[in-house]
Protein backbone atom coordinates (compact mmCIF):
# COMPACT_ATOMS: atom_id res chain seq x y z
CA UNK A 1 0.00 0.00 0.00
CA UNK A 2 2.58 2.35 1.27
CA UNK A 3 4.66 1.62 -2.47
CA UNK A 4 1.73 2.32 -4.43
CA UNK A 5 1.31 5.23 -2.41
CA UNK A 6 4.96 6.51 -3.17
CA UNK A 7 4.71 5.44 -6.99
CA UNK A 8 1.73 7.73 -7.49
CA UNK A 9 3.25 10.79 -6.15
CA UNK A 10 6.83 9.67 -7.94
CA UNK A 11 7.76 13.11 -9.34
CA UNK A 12 10.24 11.30 -11.78
CA UNK A 13 6.62 9.68 -13.08
CA UNK A 14 4.72 13.33 -12.86
CA UNK A 15 7.47 15.23 -14.49
CA UNK A 16 7.18 12.02 -17.86
CA UNK A 17 3.46 12.07 -17.47
CA UNK A 18 3.09 16.12 -18.03
CA UNK A 19 5.90 15.61 -21.08
CA UNK A 20 3.59 12.74 -22.69
CA UNK A 21 0.73 15.09 -22.35
CA UNK A 22 2.72 17.78 -24.44
CA UNK A 23 4.18 15.70 -26.98
CA UNK A 24 0.59 14.35 -27.90
CA UNK A 25 -0.67 17.90 -27.87
CA UNK A 26 2.46 18.83 -30.23
CA UNK A 27 2.23 15.69 -31.90
CA UNK A 28 5.74 15.22 -31.40
CA UNK A 29 8.37 13.14 -33.07
CA UNK A 30 8.55 9.87 -31.15
CA UNK A 31 12.36 9.77 -31.44
CA UNK A 32 12.27 13.43 -29.60
CA UNK A 33 10.10 12.26 -27.14
CA UNK A 34 11.80 9.35 -26.21
CA UNK A 35 15.11 11.57 -25.71
CA UNK A 36 13.33 13.90 -24.05
CA UNK A 37 11.95 11.39 -21.55
CA UNK A 38 14.93 10.45 -19.93
CA UNK A 39 17.81 12.09 -18.30
CA UNK A 40 21.25 12.27 -20.72
CA UNK A 41 23.56 11.41 -17.79
CA UNK A 42 23.48 10.65 -13.90
CA UNK A 43 26.09 10.27 -10.99
CA UNK A 44 25.08 8.88 -8.00
CA UNK A 45 28.03 9.60 -5.11
CA UNK A 46 28.84 8.52 -1.81
CA UNK A 47 30.08 10.60 0.51
CA UNK A 48 32.16 9.78 3.28
CA UNK A 49 32.19 12.81 5.94
CA UNK A 50 33.88 13.06 9.21
CA UNK A 51 31.18 14.59 11.96
CA UNK A 52 31.87 16.96 14.56
CA UNK A 53 31.92 13.82 17.30
CA UNK A 54 34.97 11.31 15.16
CA UNK A 55 32.63 9.50 13.45
CA UNK A 56 32.43 9.23 9.67
CA UNK A 57 28.98 8.82 8.35
CA UNK A 58 28.42 8.46 4.88
CA UNK A 59 26.19 10.33 2.79
CA UNK A 60 24.35 9.61 -0.83
CA UNK A 61 24.25 12.45 -3.28
CA UNK A 62 23.56 12.58 -6.91
CA UNK A 63 23.98 14.86 -9.82
CA UNK A 64 21.40 14.65 -12.86
CA UNK A 65 22.25 16.54 -16.04
CA UNK A 66 19.08 15.98 -18.00
CA UNK A 67 19.50 18.00 -21.41
CA UNK A 68 22.03 20.06 -23.40
CA UNK A 69 20.38 20.35 -26.51
CA UNK A 70 20.77 24.54 -25.81
CA UNK A 71 23.47 24.79 -23.35
CA UNK A 72 25.40 24.20 -20.46
CA UNK A 73 23.08 22.40 -17.80
CA UNK A 74 21.98 24.54 -15.01
CA UNK A 75 19.93 23.56 -11.62
CA UNK A 76 20.52 23.73 -7.88
CA UNK A 77 21.73 21.67 -5.36
CA UNK A 78 19.39 20.23 -2.34
CA UNK A 79 19.64 19.17 1.15
CA UNK A 80 17.13 17.54 2.04
CA UNK A 81 15.97 14.37 4.13
CA UNK A 82 14.01 12.97 1.92
CA UNK A 83 15.53 13.48 -1.37
CA UNK A 84 15.21 10.62 -3.97
CA UNK A 85 17.13 10.13 -7.13
CA UNK A 86 13.73 10.33 -8.66
CA UNK A 87 12.95 13.66 -7.81
CA UNK A 88 16.41 15.43 -8.87
CA UNK A 89 15.33 13.55 -11.66
CA UNK A 90 12.07 15.26 -11.64
CA UNK A 91 13.72 18.65 -10.87
CA UNK A 92 16.20 18.34 -13.51
CA UNK A 93 13.61 18.25 -16.23
CA UNK A 94 11.67 20.82 -14.94
CA UNK A 95 14.84 22.69 -15.20
CA UNK A 96 15.51 21.88 -19.02
CA UNK A 97 12.12 23.59 -19.33
CA UNK A 98 12.23 26.59 -16.86
CA UNK A 99 15.84 27.61 -18.90
CA UNK A 100 13.85 27.09 -22.36
CA UNK A 101 11.29 29.14 -21.21
CA UNK A 102 12.69 31.98 -20.23
CA UNK A 103 14.70 31.66 -23.33
CA UNK A 104 18.16 31.35 -21.48
CA UNK A 105 21.26 29.52 -23.68
CA UNK A 106 21.20 26.75 -20.78
CA UNK A 107 20.03 23.08 -20.47
CA UNK A 108 19.05 21.78 -17.26
CA UNK A 109 19.79 19.86 -14.49
CA UNK A 110 19.94 18.93 -10.53
CA UNK A 111 21.79 17.99 -7.67
CA UNK A 112 20.77 16.86 -4.16
CA UNK A 113 22.34 15.15 -1.53
CA UNK A 114 20.09 12.92 1.48
CA UNK A 115 20.75 14.57 4.47
CA UNK A 116 19.26 17.20 7.48
CA UNK A 117 21.04 20.26 7.59
CA UNK A 118 18.59 21.24 10.39
CA UNK A 119 20.70 18.60 12.71
CA UNK A 120 24.35 19.09 11.31
CA UNK A 121 26.67 21.77 12.75
CA UNK A 122 27.94 24.36 10.24
CA UNK A 123 31.45 22.36 10.21
CA UNK A 124 30.10 19.58 9.12
CA UNK A 125 27.88 21.11 7.03
CA UNK A 126 31.13 22.53 5.18
CA UNK A 127 32.59 19.03 4.98
CA UNK A 128 29.57 17.80 3.53
CA UNK A 129 29.87 20.55 0.95
CA UNK A 130 33.37 20.12 0.08
CA UNK A 131 32.88 16.17 -0.11
CA UNK A 132 30.17 16.47 -2.92
CA UNK A 133 32.75 18.96 -5.07
CA UNK A 134 35.68 16.61 -4.92
CA UNK A 135 32.69 14.14 -5.96
CA UNK A 136 31.62 15.58 -8.40
CA UNK A 137 33.78 17.85 -9.84
CA UNK A 138 35.01 16.37 -13.08
CA UNK A 139 31.38 16.52 -13.76
CA UNK A 140 30.92 20.20 -13.66
CA UNK A 141 32.26 23.59 -14.93
CA UNK A 142 31.50 27.34 -15.41
CA UNK A 143 30.71 26.04 -19.22
CA UNK A 144 29.85 22.74 -18.48
CA UNK A 145 27.38 22.13 -15.51
CA UNK A 146 26.38 25.19 -13.08
CA UNK A 147 24.75 24.39 -9.79
CA UNK A 148 22.94 27.15 -7.53
CA UNK A 149 21.22 27.14 -4.21
CA UNK A 150 17.35 25.22 -4.14
CA UNK A 151 15.89 23.67 -0.77
CA UNK A 152 17.97 24.00 2.38
CA UNK A 153 21.04 25.49 0.88
CA UNK A 154 22.44 29.18 0.69
CA UNK A 155 25.06 31.85 -0.36
CA UNK A 156 27.36 30.30 2.19
CA UNK A 157 27.15 26.69 0.69
CA UNK A 158 27.74 28.28 -2.83
CA UNK A 159 30.83 29.82 -1.26
CA UNK A 160 32.51 26.87 0.21
CA UNK A 161 31.76 25.05 -2.89
CA UNK A 162 32.89 27.15 -5.16
CA UNK A 163 36.14 27.40 -3.01
CA UNK A 164 36.24 23.69 -3.30
CA UNK A 165 36.08 23.76 -6.68
CA UNK A 166 38.40 26.44 -7.14
CA UNK A 167 41.00 24.79 -4.88
CA UNK A 168 40.78 21.71 -6.98
CA UNK A 169 41.34 23.57 -10.56
CA UNK A 170 44.35 25.57 -9.15
CA UNK A 171 43.05 28.82 -9.52
CA UNK A 172 39.55 31.11 -8.66
CA UNK A 173 36.77 29.56 -10.40
CA UNK A 174 34.10 31.50 -9.67
CA UNK A 175 31.83 30.92 -12.40
CA UNK A 176 31.24 27.76 -11.41
CA UNK A 177 28.53 27.67 -8.97
CA UNK A 178 25.84 31.31 -9.09
CA UNK A 179 24.05 32.18 -5.51
CA UNK A 180 27.57 32.95 -3.96
CA UNK A 181 27.56 35.80 -1.53
CA UNK A 182 27.95 39.09 -4.07
CA UNK A 183 31.73 39.66 -2.80
CA UNK A 184 32.69 35.95 -3.73
CA UNK A 185 31.14 37.33 -7.75
CA UNK A 186 27.98 36.85 -6.90
CA UNK A 187 24.83 39.13 -8.35
CA UNK A 188 22.84 41.61 -7.04
CA UNK A 189 19.41 40.37 -6.95
CA UNK A 190 20.05 36.96 -6.79
CA UNK A 191 18.44 36.52 -2.97
CA UNK A 192 14.60 37.53 -3.83
CA UNK A 193 15.09 36.89 -7.53
CA UNK A 194 12.95 33.54 -7.11
CA UNK A 195 10.26 35.49 -5.43
CA UNK A 196 10.54 38.69 -7.67
CA UNK A 197 10.63 37.02 -10.40
CA UNK A 198 7.11 35.20 -9.75
CA UNK A 199 5.87 38.74 -8.59
CA UNK A 200 6.39 39.78 -12.42
CA UNK A 201 4.20 37.23 -13.64
CA UNK A 202 1.51 37.49 -10.39
CA UNK A 203 1.28 41.25 -11.93
CA UNK A 204 0.35 40.15 -15.12
CA UNK A 205 -1.84 36.79 -14.24
CA UNK A 206 -4.01 39.59 -11.87
CA UNK A 207 -4.62 41.72 -15.16
CA UNK A 208 -5.33 38.66 -17.08
CA UNK A 209 -7.90 37.98 -14.80
CA UNK A 210 -8.74 41.07 -13.65
CA UNK A 211 -7.92 41.00 -10.07
CA UNK A 212 -7.14 44.06 -7.55
CA UNK A 213 -4.00 43.13 -6.50
CA UNK A 214 -4.59 46.04 -3.47
CA UNK A 215 -7.44 44.05 -2.35
CA UNK A 216 -6.33 40.55 -2.61
CA UNK A 217 -5.61 38.60 0.29
CA UNK A 218 -2.61 36.13 -0.12
CA UNK A 219 -1.85 32.61 1.56
CA UNK A 220 2.11 31.47 1.16
CA UNK A 221 3.02 27.59 2.05
CA UNK A 222 6.01 27.46 2.66
CA UNK A 223 8.98 30.17 4.64
CA UNK A 224 12.30 29.45 3.05
CA UNK A 225 13.96 31.75 0.50
CA UNK A 226 10.96 32.12 -1.90
CA UNK A 227 8.12 32.00 0.12
CA UNK A 228 9.41 34.41 2.96
CA UNK A 229 10.14 36.95 -0.47
CA UNK A 230 7.09 36.16 -1.97
CA UNK A 231 4.95 37.28 1.24
CA UNK A 232 7.46 39.98 1.79
CA UNK A 233 7.20 41.67 -2.22
CA UNK A 234 3.19 40.74 -2.57
CA UNK A 235 2.89 42.87 0.25
CA UNK A 236 5.63 45.86 -0.69
CA UNK A 237 5.30 45.80 -4.64
CA UNK A 238 1.88 44.70 -5.05
CA UNK A 239 0.05 45.86 -2.12
CA UNK A 240 -1.74 42.44 -1.27
CA UNK A 241 -3.02 41.21 2.08
CA UNK A 242 -0.73 38.29 3.84
CA UNK A 243 -3.24 36.31 5.45
CA UNK A 244 -1.66 33.49 6.10
CA UNK A 245 1.97 31.81 6.26
CA UNK A 246 3.23 28.40 7.30
CA UNK A 247 5.98 26.43 7.38
CA UNK A 248 7.28 22.61 7.95
CA UNK A 249 5.81 23.21 11.60
CA UNK A 250 2.41 24.28 10.86
CA UNK A 251 0.81 27.74 9.79
CA UNK A 252 -0.86 30.80 11.08
CA UNK A 253 -3.66 32.97 9.50
CA UNK A 254 -4.66 36.46 10.47
CA UNK A 255 -7.81 38.03 9.37
CA UNK A 256 -6.08 41.74 9.06
CA UNK A 257 -3.07 40.68 7.58
CA UNK A 258 0.45 39.64 8.60
CA UNK A 259 3.66 41.30 8.46
CA UNK A 260 6.48 39.28 6.36
CA UNK A 261 9.32 41.01 8.14
CA UNK A 262 7.81 40.54 11.77
CA UNK A 263 7.49 36.45 10.57
CA UNK A 264 10.71 36.27 9.26
CA UNK A 265 12.19 37.71 13.06
CA UNK A 266 9.88 35.29 14.87
CA UNK A 267 10.97 32.19 12.57
CA UNK A 268 14.68 33.34 13.04
CA UNK A 269 13.91 33.32 16.85
CA UNK A 270 11.51 30.53 17.27
CA UNK A 271 12.74 27.94 14.40
CA UNK A 272 9.14 28.58 12.72
CA UNK A 273 6.40 30.91 12.00
CA UNK A 274 3.72 29.02 14.33
CA UNK A 275 3.14 31.03 17.59
CA UNK A 276 3.12 34.43 16.18
CA UNK A 277 1.02 37.00 18.55
CA UNK A 278 -2.50 37.04 17.50
CA UNK A 279 -2.42 34.61 15.01
CA UNK A 280 -5.36 31.46 14.60
CA UNK A 281 -2.97 28.20 14.36
CA UNK A 282 -3.90 25.99 10.52
CA UNK A 283 -2.62 23.52 9.35
CA UNK A 284 -0.29 23.32 6.23
CA UNK A 285 -3.83 21.60 4.61
CA UNK A 286 -6.11 24.05 5.94
CA UNK A 287 -3.74 26.72 4.30
CA UNK A 288 -4.10 25.63 0.80
CA UNK A 289 -8.00 25.69 1.27
CA UNK A 290 -7.96 29.17 2.77
CA UNK A 291 -10.90 31.78 1.00
CA UNK A 292 -8.42 33.94 -0.39
CA UNK A 293 -7.79 35.65 -3.70
CA UNK A 294 -4.18 34.03 -4.55
CA UNK A 295 -2.17 30.79 -2.67
CA UNK A 296 1.55 30.81 -3.49
CA UNK A 297 2.82 27.34 -2.65
CA UNK A 298 6.25 27.42 -2.18
CA UNK A 299 7.47 24.64 -0.64
CA UNK A 300 7.91 21.21 -1.26
CA UNK A 301 6.23 18.73 -4.36
CA UNK A 302 2.93 17.07 -4.57
CA UNK A 303 1.13 19.30 -1.97
CA UNK A 304 -2.08 20.06 -4.10
CA UNK A 305 -3.38 16.67 -5.13
CA UNK A 306 -6.82 15.66 -6.78
CA UNK A 307 -8.14 15.05 -2.88
CA UNK A 308 -7.95 19.02 -2.11
CA UNK A 309 -8.26 20.94 -5.55
CA UNK A 310 -11.70 20.67 -5.79
CA UNK A 311 -11.65 22.55 -2.44
CA UNK A 312 -9.10 25.37 -3.38
CA UNK A 313 -11.05 28.41 -3.43
CA UNK A 314 -7.90 30.72 -4.86
CA UNK A 315 -8.42 32.41 -8.28
CA UNK A 316 -4.43 32.30 -8.99
CA UNK A 317 -2.11 29.47 -7.74
CA UNK A 318 1.27 31.20 -7.89
CA UNK A 319 3.92 28.03 -7.80
CA UNK A 320 6.94 29.32 -5.96
CA UNK A 321 7.50 25.58 -5.38
CA UNK A 322 8.92 22.96 -7.72
CA UNK A 323 5.95 20.45 -8.93
CA UNK A 324 3.20 21.39 -6.41
CA UNK A 325 0.63 20.13 -8.59
CA UNK A 326 -0.19 16.81 -9.49
CA UNK A 327 -1.98 16.15 -13.16
CA UNK A 328 -5.12 15.00 -11.31
CA UNK A 329 -5.13 18.27 -9.68
CA UNK A 330 -4.19 19.81 -12.66
CA UNK A 331 -7.29 19.13 -14.41
CA UNK A 332 -9.39 19.93 -11.60
CA UNK A 333 -7.67 23.41 -11.24
CA UNK A 334 -8.23 24.39 -14.68
CA UNK A 335 -12.27 22.80 -14.94
CA UNK A 336 -12.54 25.18 -12.08
CA UNK A 337 -11.57 28.10 -13.74
CA UNK A 338 -8.69 28.75 -11.14
CA UNK A 339 -5.95 30.58 -12.86
CA UNK A 340 -2.27 28.52 -12.30
CA UNK A 341 1.46 30.11 -12.58
CA UNK A 342 2.96 27.01 -13.75
CA UNK A 343 5.99 26.02 -11.45
CA UNK A 344 9.01 26.33 -14.35
CA UNK A 345 7.24 29.86 -15.42
CA UNK A 346 6.85 31.32 -11.56
CA UNK A 347 9.79 30.18 -9.81
CA UNK A 348 12.26 31.20 -12.91
CA UNK A 349 13.60 34.31 -11.16
CA UNK A 350 16.10 32.49 -9.91
CA UNK A 351 17.69 30.46 -12.63
CA UNK A 352 17.38 33.90 -14.94
CA UNK A 353 19.28 35.88 -12.19
CA UNK A 354 21.87 32.75 -11.80
CA UNK A 355 22.16 33.06 -15.69
CA UNK A 356 22.44 37.33 -14.88
CA UNK A 357 25.33 36.08 -12.57
CA UNK A 358 26.94 33.76 -15.04
CA UNK A 359 26.57 36.67 -17.85
CA UNK A 360 28.97 38.76 -15.14
CA UNK A 361 30.80 36.57 -14.06
CA UNK A 362 32.12 35.92 -17.75
CA UNK A 363 32.49 39.51 -18.01
CA UNK A 364 33.63 40.53 -14.75
CA UNK A 365 31.62 43.34 -14.86
CA UNK A 366 28.97 43.46 -12.47
CA UNK A 367 25.84 45.19 -12.91
CA UNK A 368 23.73 47.21 -10.22
CA UNK A 369 20.23 46.00 -8.74
CA UNK A 370 17.91 48.41 -10.66
CA UNK A 371 19.44 46.95 -13.72
CA UNK A 372 19.30 43.42 -12.27
CA UNK A 373 15.29 43.95 -11.41
CA UNK A 374 14.60 45.39 -15.02
CA UNK A 375 16.27 42.98 -16.87
CA UNK A 376 14.52 40.11 -14.53
CA UNK A 377 11.22 42.20 -15.07
CA UNK A 378 11.76 41.95 -18.97
CA UNK A 379 12.29 37.67 -19.10
CA UNK A 380 9.82 37.08 -17.01
CA UNK A 381 6.98 38.84 -18.99
CA UNK A 382 8.29 37.83 -21.92
CA UNK A 383 7.63 34.35 -21.12
CA UNK A 384 4.16 34.55 -18.84
CA UNK A 385 2.86 36.54 -22.32
CA UNK A 386 4.22 33.53 -24.24
CA UNK A 387 2.83 30.95 -21.98
CA UNK A 388 -0.62 32.92 -22.07
CA UNK A 389 -0.91 33.48 -25.65
CA UNK A 390 0.11 29.55 -26.04
CA UNK A 391 -2.50 28.65 -23.57
CA UNK A 392 -4.95 30.28 -25.89
CA UNK A 393 -3.92 29.35 -29.22
CA UNK A 394 -4.03 25.19 -28.27
CA UNK A 395 -6.37 25.94 -25.98
CA UNK A 396 -4.45 24.24 -22.92
CA UNK A 397 -3.90 24.73 -19.40
CA UNK A 398 -1.35 27.08 -18.30
CA UNK A 399 1.02 24.05 -17.50
CA UNK A 400 0.46 22.53 -20.85
CA UNK A 401 1.25 25.86 -22.69
CA UNK A 402 4.36 26.20 -20.75
CA UNK A 403 6.05 22.64 -21.64
CA UNK A 404 4.49 23.37 -25.23
CA UNK A 405 6.72 27.15 -25.67
CA UNK A 406 9.54 24.73 -23.65
CA UNK A 407 9.90 21.56 -25.44
CA UNK A 408 9.11 23.09 -29.11
CA UNK A 409 12.56 25.26 -28.50
CA UNK A 410 14.40 22.16 -26.70
CA UNK A 411 13.64 19.69 -29.83
CA UNK A 412 13.83 22.08 -32.17
CA UNK A 413 17.85 22.87 -31.27
CA UNK A 414 18.29 19.17 -31.05
CA UNK A 415 16.77 18.78 -34.31
CA UNK A 416 19.20 21.74 -35.89
CA UNK A 417 22.12 19.74 -34.28
CA UNK A 418 20.87 16.33 -35.85
CA UNK A 419 20.24 14.51 -32.86
CA UNK A 420 17.73 13.03 -34.39
N1 LIG B 1 17.14 26.03 -7.57
C1 LIG B 1 16.54 27.09 -8.34
C2 LIG B 1 15.46 26.52 -9.25
O1 LIG B 1 14.87 25.50 -8.99
C3 LIG B 1 17.58 27.92 -9.06
C4 LIG B 1 18.45 27.17 -10.02
C5 LIG B 1 19.62 28.02 -10.52
O2 LIG B 1 19.72 29.16 -10.14
O3 LIG B 1 20.40 27.46 -11.28
O4 LIG B 1 15.10 27.14 -10.22
Known amino acids: MEVKQMTKFNPF ?36 VRMDDGSIKIFQGFRVQYNDA ?55 LERLSRAYIQAIHQFIGP ?6 PDVY ?44 GGICTLRE ?47 IFSK ?22 NTKA ?7 ELEVDILIPAALENVITEKNAPNIKAKIVAELANGPTTPEADDILY ?28 YMYFWDEKEVHQRLDRKMTTAYHSVLDASKKYNINMRQAAYVVAVERVAEAMKLRAWV
Not at 91 to 99: D, I
Not at 143 to 148: F, R
Not at 282 to 288: A, E, Q
Request: aromatic share 6%.
Open 153 to 196: TNPQIMAWMMDEYSKIAGKNQFGVITGKPIILGGSAGRGDATAR
Open 205 to 251: AAKECGIDLKKATVAVQGYGNAGYYGAYLAKSLLGCKIVAVSDSKGG
Open 335 to 362: KNGVHVIPDFLCNAGGVTVSYFEMVQNF
Open 13 to 48: EVAQRQLDECARILNLDPDVHAILRVPMRELHVSLP
Open 143 to 148: DKDIPA
Open 70 to 124: RGPTKGGIRFHPDETIDTVRALAAWMTWKCSLLDLPLGGAKGGVICNPKEMSQAE
Open 282 to 288: ISNGDLL
Open 256 to 277: EGLDPEAVRKHKAKTGSVINFP
